[in-house]
């Protein structure tokens, strides 16, 4: 099947990352590198492959990709998460399940346009998919901003690892195509524009979500000094504060206000 012959701005399309976390199969990763370059994409990262680090030799990864070489070949193996998502402002989660807790949930559609939105700024955007058997982890999806289930067939909701990058990479391209027609988003609903309207404006200096996670820590730690946060028995209280700071596009100046208050609670412990 034949592209479409517009193709967005590749500064745009720079700025979103696809990441494979825990891959099993070689197959997968090299179908997943050729569902991202049909769709103008170029950033493949895989953290910690179960494949082990040639998988992105492996025969099968290779002949998958099928045209996408260039992308598997630039693909980057990563130790984990964390590094994977080092310079990711806004992250989003594929999960095939709810979670009682995490960050916000958003349908494919609206998640894209806060991604093009949020990558139209200059900002590094990923998605995340986990391992074909057990996907990602509460942890993994708690490091994200937003949570998206891909709405299939209740009956039969199994998709292929790869058919579901296929699936998010479209959605993310027809974003860009919208924001180069000077649209506003590509998005179904009132629900998912009002959505969409919560992102940053592009005066705000958005906080990465390094700058949140190293945030988060700080604040563990002075909640721990203050007696509040109990490390022995932490129940939920660090995991609602993400999906709280999740919720709220941080700034940078915020983030550090609350690094501020937390410095100056462990300050304050170590004078008494």
């Not at 260039?70 to 984990?80: E, F, I, M």
């Not at 309207?197 to 721990?224: F, I, K, N």
Request: proline share 5%.
């Amino acid at each position: 099947m034949s592209q479409s012959a517009a193709t967005p701005s590749s500064t745009l399309f720079d700025q979103v990352r696809f990441v494979l976390n825990e891959t099993s199969h070689p197959g997968n990763v090299g179908s997943a590198a050729r569902a991202i370059k049909t769709m103008g994409f170029g950033q493949l990262v895989l953290a910690a492959p179960r494949a082990g680090a040639d998988v992105l030799r492996d025969p099968e990864a290779v002949a998958l990709a099928s045209g996408a070489d260039d992308v598997l070949a630039n693909a980057r193996v990563v130790p984990d998460l964390d590094t994977a998502l080092q310079g990711v402002s806004w992250a989003v989660a594929l999960s095939a399940r709810s979670r009682e807790y995490g960050p916000p949930n958003a349908e494919p559609r609206e998640s894209a346009a806060m991604a093009v939105q949020h990558a139209g700024q200059g900002e590094v955007v990923a998605f995340v998919f986990g391992s074909e058997r057990t996907g990602l982890a509460n942890a993994d999806v708690e490091r994200c901003n937003a949570l998206v289930h891909i709405p299939a067939n209740p009956v039969y909701s199994s998709l292929n690892l790869s058919q579901a990058v296929q699936l998010i990479a479209y959605e993310v391209r027809m974003a860009c195509l919208a924001r180069e027609r000077g649209e506003v988003s590509y998005v179904a609903s009132a629900a998912s524009a009002a959505l969409v309207a919560q992102a940053p404006q592009a005066h705000e200096a958005l906080a990465t979500r390094d700058d949140v996670e190293g945030m988060l820590v700080h604040l563990e730690r002075a909640l721990v000094d203050l007696d509040f946060l109990d490390p022995d028995n932490p129940k939920k209280l660090m995991t609602r504060l993400r999906r709280l700071f999740a919720k709220s596009h941080l700034e940078r100046e915020e983030v550090n206000i609350l690094r501020g208050i937390a410095k100056h609670i462990l300050e304050r412990k170590v004078r008494r």
